[in-house]
């Protein structure tokens, strides 16, 4: 085990923003920052784990307008907005960080090369329908990757105390050729470097994941949160040489304050 910052950083960020679960008043702002540590698989399909320091943001403010219901900021998708709402449904997108791979996160990459972080765009739509969430969320990677994904969601909030509360989420999420090709993929230039056969992945079902959080008040301002989880790589993604690991476990630790 190691201490790094990327890929497990996905895995451990998966509840719901505080922005989507109610709308703010107009005018409102909501703002929560902590520290975390994120434990996950060092890559997809990794068998070994990494601890990753990370910063929890939350920010939002909700201006109200046609086409601009809200603006937020937070560590997973990045600065993004709520384009408009409708009853429970809402309707946005974001700019974010896709963090990369690089061939010394395991002697099992030696020859594959890197795969650099990128910026990341995505459009969302999600419900809410007071302690049940539904989303469908693609993503496109920018400049130094390719590929698009696309997540169903689904989700459970329930509060066990006045202090305590409990999340149970999952997701499956489909990928593109691209995107298999990039992560779970073995091309001839790889395949002359590394240990590795050449491997052509097709687009398809790449991955289901679950998890639960409990986030507990400690005072109406702070805040300590515990998420576990596991994901299940299924497909090309589950049958590539890369993958060590089928099921890969991830949890996170944070606390924080809401301002």
């Not at 505080?18 to 929560?32: F, N, V």
């Not at 937070?74 to 960080?97: E, K, M, Q």
């Not at 090369?113 to 969430?133: E, T, V």
């Amino acid at each position: 085990m190691r201490l790094s910052f990327g890929f497990p950083l996905l895995l451990a960020l998966g509840a719901t923003p505080a922005w989507a679960q109610a709308p703010l008043a107009q005018g409102g702002w909501d703002l929560r920052l902590g520290i975390g540590a994120g434990i996950g698989p060092a890559y997809p399909g990794s068998k070994t784990l990494e601890v990753n320091p990370l910063p929890l943001v939350e920010a939002a403010y909700r201006p109200g307008l046609p086409l601009l219901d809200t603006i937020f900021l937070n560590t997973r998708d990045g600065l993004g907005i709520v384009a408009f709402r409708s009853g429970p449904f809402s309707v946005g997108g974001a700019i974010g960080y896709a963090p990369g791979r690089d061939e010394d996160d395991a002697a099992r990459l030696r020859g594959m090369g890197d795969i650099d972080g990128a910026a990341k765009a995505s459009l969302f739509l999600r419900g809410d329908f007071g302690a049940f969430g539904a989303s469908i969320q693609a993503e496109k990677a920018l400049g130094d990757q390719e590929g698009t994904t696309v997540t169903l969601g689904a989700n459970y909030r329930y509060r066990l105390t006045e202090s305590l509360s409990l999340l149970g989420a999952a997701s499956l999420v489909w990928a593109d050729g691209d995107d298999m090709e990039q992560w779970f993929g073995v091309d001839r230039v790889q395949a002359s470097r590394s240990r590795f056969r050449e491997y052509r992945p097709e687009s398809g079902f790449r991955s289901a994941r679950v998890s639960a959080t409990a986030a507990y008040a400690l005072t109406p301002r702070w805040w300590i949160s515990a998420t576990v989880g596991a994901v299940q790589l299924l497909g090309d993604a589950a049958d590539s040489p890369i993958t060590e690991r089928e099921t890969q476990p991830f949890g996170l630790l944070g606390a924080g304050y809401r301002f």
